[in-house]
């Protein structure tokens, strides 16, 4: 399922939880991750970009607890400087999932260049996780992306 702006809460929503989890699914995929904070972006970024693009929800456990992540100014600051290492335009909206705050970063799709991580891995989305393309892999998705 591709979650897009419109179909996520809009920014300041309150929803209840079993609002939230029919309108988002408790799986992750090539479209949305869960993280408890934002320390971890630096991959999910550049490897949504190089997809479809999506949400990743911070404030939330791979157990699928709401712990919560409000849109403070330290988590503001991680996700402006893993987005602006990816050189990636994302955008931030906080909502209330019962009374626990998340945050909700969405990662556009990139089709007219290449975004890596900080350090130069080209990743992708597959599934639930951030796989590197390798060798071969990386010239044909390269061509791909130039006959598109």
């Known amino acids: 399922m591709r ?6 809460p809009a920014d300041g929503a309150s929803l209840r939880p079993r609002a939230f989890w029919r309108l988002v699914g408790r799986l992750e995929h090539e479209t949305l991750e869960f993280k408890r904070s934002a320390h ?14 999506g949400a990743i929800v911070l404030g939330v456990t791979d157990e699928r607890d709401l712990v919560g992540r409000p849109l403070d100014q330290e988590t503001l600051d991680r996700i ?12 931030v909206r906080e909502i209330t999932v019962g ?9 556009p799709a990139i089709r007219d260049r290449i975004v890596t991580t900080p350090d130069g891995r080209l990743l992708r989305r597959i ?3 951030n796989q590197p393309l390798r060798g071969d892999a990386v010239s044909r998705f390269v061509r ?5």
């Open 3 to 8: 979650h897009t702006d419109h179909d996520l």
């Open 144 to 148: 791909a992306r130039l006959v598109a």
């Open 40 to 53: 971890h972006l630096r991959d999910a970024i550049p490897a949504m970009a190089m997809s479809a693009g």
């Open 127 to 129: 599934g639930s996780t």
């Open 99 to 107: 009374r626990v705050p998340l945050t909700i970063v969405l990662v």
């Open 80 to 91: 402006t400087a893993a987005a602006c290492e990816c050189g990636v335009d994302v955008a």
